[in-house]
């Protein structure tokens, strides 16, 4: 039986924005370094993401040193951004839930503000592990995450992205397929694997880090946006509806937690513990 590798890691520094893919990646408490400690928001405090603004897809975010990130975007003359001061936090609204975030500069805000052609503001986590914590129904006590959707991790299986793929050029819409794994926007993405195998997985070694499976991932209407377009289709969850579906959710993809911490590299081997 072959070993399963990790294939591709993704950081993406501004939620919903496109990210970066580096060859090895610092796993922390709430998740990969750098991964998602920013968010743009609207004036009533709301975090926007792509199932309100597809084009954040077209943006780009690169990781710089100390926590700063470099903004791209088709249109827009490039722009960095310093992590915050320390100081006042305001409250933003993530999926209803407050949490307590730093704005940054007044240049962030009427940059997002000018591309999303909206009034926005990027806002920053400073410190996870105080801000906000993982979802209590699937979390163990002092789990933190930062402002990905619920959980600091979402780990993918090549052999599943193809099995969905068959399933699609099977369906009513073929030609919407074979999708890339870029519609997942994926932390960790791994070869090697059988079709579906993640949606077993409770504890996951990769590297020297350990992983704890928290459940699988509840897909929405982003993995419907292509990532290099923007432009929105029926796939994958009208096929996830007739194949993928567990309780009221549309999965593909594990949601993993960090038990002990390393540095996770593309060519690891990943080893399902139990």
Known sequence: MSKMLVQALHVHPVKSVAGTAPDEVAVEPWGLSGDRRWAVVDVDGNVITQRQQPRLALA???????????????????????????????????????????????????????????????????????????????????????????????????????ALNTLIAQGEHPEEGPLPMSRFRP?????????????????????????????????????????????????PLRTLALHRRIGRSLVFGRLLVPVRLGTVRVGDEVRVLE
Request: proline share 7%.
């Open 60 to 162: 780009r975010a690169r990781p710089l040193g100390g926590g700063g990130i470099a903004l791209s975007a088709p249109g827009m003359d490039g722009l960095t951004v310093a992590v915050p001061e320390p100081g006042v936090l305001e409250p933003v609204l993530l999926f209803g839930k407050k949490c307590e975030v730093a704005l940054a500069d007044t240049a962030a805000h009427d940059w997002f503000g000018t591309y999303l052609g909206e009034p926005a503001r990027l806002v920053h986590m400073d410190d996870p592990a105080a801000r906000r914590s993982v979802d209590p129904e699937y979390a163990l006590p002092g789990e933190s995450v930062s402002l990905a959707d619920g959980y600091p991790l979402l780990i993918t299986t090549l052999a599943s992205l193809d």
């Open 187 to 235: 932390n960790v993405v791994v070869s090697g694997a059988s079709a579906w195998e993640e949606d077993h997985w409770q504890t996951v070694a990769i590297g020297d880090a350990v992983f704890r499976g928290a459940k699988a991932c509840g897909r929405c209407i982003v993995t419907t946006t292509d990532q290099e377009t923007a432009q929105r289709g029926r796939e």
